[in-house]
């Protein structure tokens, strides 16, 4: 099993459509979640930590469940700007090293 | 206020050459740490570095080493390059004690 997998997509959908995606990973004793967005040959950018009790920032919202390890990232009003690889990422062990899944690849169109 | 800055954007070596790759971290961050991104997939952890150590490593050969310097910055070495080390190179910096990182713009191999 990955230690952290993601549907890869790609998610096709229409602008101002919400869309929402999951990752699942390996040790429920992980404590620190992320979700990091990556363009076409860019860096990954840190969109989001996640919280227990789940957060919001704007138009995305980010949940969180520990006893099944499972998370999710659900972006509202979808704009064409929101087009990217969205990366689940993991501090698996509590150390020092960040483990990130391949990415799911959402596409909003015009 | 700078962030995360690398060199070279891109860089073509043929198998068994050496490469040296540079990092200098965001202001106020004193670590750093190494990613590598085949085509297609997610980073993965080479190592990371903090006051001038190598704190933790993945499952990277010892072809892979690197240095942090007094000024935090760091070099990543990939010695006897392999045609499946053409990968995007990440460099992340953080401060200590925070789990957040924030990534540089990355140094594309291409090893021929």
């Known amino acids: 099993r990955k230690e952290v997998e993601q549907d890869p997509g790609p998610f096709n959908v229409p602008e101002g459509a919400t869309v929402a995606f999951n990752c699942t990973y390996s040790?429920?004793?992980?404590?620190?979640f992320f979700w990091y967005r990556q363009d076409c040959r860019k860096e990954p950018k840190l969109l989001m930590s996640?919280?227990?009790s789940g957060n919001e920032d704007g138009r995305f919202t980010a949940q969180l469940n520990r006893a099944s390890q499972y998370m999710s990232l659900l972006i509202r009003d979808s704009k064409l700007s929101d087009s990217a690889t969205y990366l689940c990422?993991?501090?698996?062990?509590?150390?020092?090293?960040?483990?990130f899944g391949a990415g799911t690849t959402v596409t909003v169109r015009a | 206020d700078a962030g995360v800055t690398q060199s070279p954007t891109h860089l073509i070596k043929t198998r068994g050459q050496q490469v040296t790759l540079r990092c200098s971290p965001k202001?106020?961050?004193?670590?750093v740490s190494w990613y590598q991104q085949a085509l297609g997939q997610g980073p993965q952890f080479i190592f990371q570095?903090?006051?001038?150590?190598?704190?933790q490593r993945g499952n990277f050969p010892d072809r892979f080493s690197g240095h942090q310097f007094p000024n935090y910055s760091s070099e990543l070495n990939v010695n006897a390059l392999l045609l499946g080390d053409s990968a995007l190179y990440l460099c992340?910096?953080?401060?200590?004690?925070?789990?957040?990182?924030?990534f540089g713009p990355g140094t594309r191999l291409t090893v021929l």
């Open positions: 992340a910096s953080s401060r200590r004690g925070v789990d957040e990182q924030f």
């Open positions: 040790n429920s004793a992980s404590q620190s």
């Open positions: 996640v919280y227990s």
């Open positions: 990422v993991v501090n698996l062990s509590n150390d020092y090293k960040l483990s």
């Open positions: 202001s106020g961050h004193d670590t």
């Open positions: 570095y903090y006051e001038e150590e190598e704190r």
